[in-house]
């Protein structure tokens, strides 16, 4: 119920702590056209308001000295409620109270409103701000998180707010974010974060891996790549539930610990693959066996493995040697593919305009030209071709290799130029010797390559990843290259 428009000291007006409207702007252009005409429209205020910092601090330093049960009970309800009566809360008109203020007034023309419930003052104060356009996205974002708190539901807030649902749910996965994060990348103008990046954001379901996302990012194009790479992961691990699951159904067990340590070692042998980065499938028939059967998630694949036959005899030490080679070349290999195949997803991802072009075109050439040469490279059609086919070329319809030769021949010069690269760094199978030392020329080709990739915002997922390819990586054999 309102009381009429009565004047109210700016003294007794207080702002409300829920405001969403963090930042209240430049106030000097309204100072002075209240300084020369007044306020010409009223301020809504309620009666009483929200205890602030200064008035606890008073109390507690009073309590302090004088330490008397009434002001101990009195601080009590004041802690629990957070409400004292006298003087008034701001709902509509922060900025025209503040900038009265700074003109030099002493009394505002108010409507004072009786029995406004909390979650109707943050209403209230959101539909003033956002007819004005008077909120950021962010205040927003925490004004609809806010309502969504003290009950409203997203067709509620829809109705309120006169935002469409989808900008409602937009908003409300921004302030799902970490905030201190946010408006720290926000601050940084080398990051230039945008509203499509925090769109992009909410394709990761778990909101932990995006605020782990969010953080890591140095800058927009970087985090537009992280995202991608978070939401192929969720689509591996949710593949790996649905086969593990179909999986159990037919008897297989979760393999042990040190499985994975020892994949290579030759205790194992694997009876079937499932590339994760692929749909699960609906059904899985597995050959017949009559070890138990395990399944193993190794790199992007799920394995299902069985314990190898021991060996009969005792191997001599050249043969040992030989077999711990062979372990350590397969380890290699494995992050090599892995790497692989995160490379051609990453160069989908670019031709199909997921992630952002760049400026410098005819440096980006110069870079994969270069990176090509140190390859070494045949340049044929059908690489391309091959590159939009799922399967092989073999298997697929007449109709399924005009479609992706179709797609080819449509490609930019540049774009072509990265599928080149992409099928000439895949060529390159063994960044190594025979004997395991590692082999420079082709590491720092591959090397060349991802370098290529830099200006999109390739990076390394993993150290060892990195150390793979830099030819750091503990498997390789210490002694010196060959010449």
């Known amino acids: ?69 009434k002001l101990r009970d009195k601080m009590n309800t004041i802690h629990s409620g957070e409400w004292l009566d006298g003087g008034y809360t701001l709902v509509i008109g922060h900025r025209r109270c503040a900038a009265a203020k700074a003109a030099g007034l002493e009394t505002v023309p108010c409507m004072v409103v009786e029995g406004m419930e909390k979650k109707e003052q943050v209403s209230t104060m959101l539909e003033e701000n956002m007819q004005r356009n008077g909120l950021t996205i962010y205040e927003q974002a925490q004004g609809f998180q806010m309502m969504l708190d003290l009950g409203d539901t997203e067709e509620q807030i829809v109705e309120k707010t006169g935002f469409s649902k989808a900008t409602v749910r937009h908003r409300l996965n921004i302030a799902k974010l970490d905030q201190k994060e946010l408006q720290k990348k926000e601050a940084d103008d080398g990051f230039q974060l945008s509203i499509k990046n925090l769109y992009e954001l909410e394709k990761i379901k778990d909101v932990k891996k995006r605020n782990k996302v969010l953080k890591e990012s140095s800058n927009a194009r970087e985090l537009v790549i992280r995202v991608q790479s978070a939401v192929a992961e969720e689509k591996r691990t949710e593949n790996a539930k649905k086969i593990s699951a179909m999986l159990k159904k037919s008897g297989v067990e979760k393999a042990p610990k040190e499985a994975e340590n020892e994949i290579w070692s030759g205790k194992w042998k694997t009876v079937k693959e499932f590339e994760l980065d692929k749909d699960a499938p609906k059904q899985i028939r597995l050959p017949k066996r009559k070890e138990q059967m395990y399944y193993l998630v190794y790199y992007g694949i799920l394995k299902v493995i069985i314990k190898a036959p021991k060996e009969k005899r005792e191997l001599s030490p050249r043969e040992k040697e030989e077999k711990r080679r062979s372990k350590a070349k397969r380890q290699i290999k494995a992050v090599l593919k892995e790497s692989s195949s995160r490379r051609k997803e990453f160069i989908q991802n670019i031709i199909s305009g997921k992630i952002e072009a760049v400026k410098e ?41 005009q479609e992706a030769r179709s797609k080819a021949e449509k490609l930019s010069i540049l774009h072509q130029m990265l599928i080149i690269l992409h099928k000439s760094m895949e060529n390159i199978h063994e960044p190594f010797h025979y004997d395991l030392t590692f082999n420079s020329e082709r590491g720092q080709a591959l090397m060349k390559g991802y370098e290529a990739l830099e200006a999109y915002g390739w990076y390394f997922e993993s150290e060892e990843e990195k150390e793979v390819l830099d030819g750091t990586h503990e498997l390789y054999e210490k002694k010196q290259e060959d010449k």
């Open 361 to 401: 075109e005819e440096k980006e050439i110069r870079l994969i030209w270069q990176a090509l040469l140190a390859i070494g490279t045949s340049v044929y059609g059908s690489t391309l071709r091959r590159f939009f086919l799922t399967k092989e070329e073999y298997e697929c319809t007449d109709e399924e290799i």
């Open 1 to 69: 119920m309102s009381e009429g428009i009565v004047n109210i000291e700016i003294k007794e007006i207080y702002q409300h702590p829920d405001n969403p409207r963090k930042d209240l702007g430049d106030l000097s252009e309204l100072a002075e056209s209240i300084r020369k005409k007044g306020v010409m429209q009223n301020l809504t205020v309620i009666p009483g308001h929200y205890i602030t910092g200064e008035e606890w601090s008073e109390m507690a330093a009073q309590y302090k000295e004088n330490p008397t049960e």
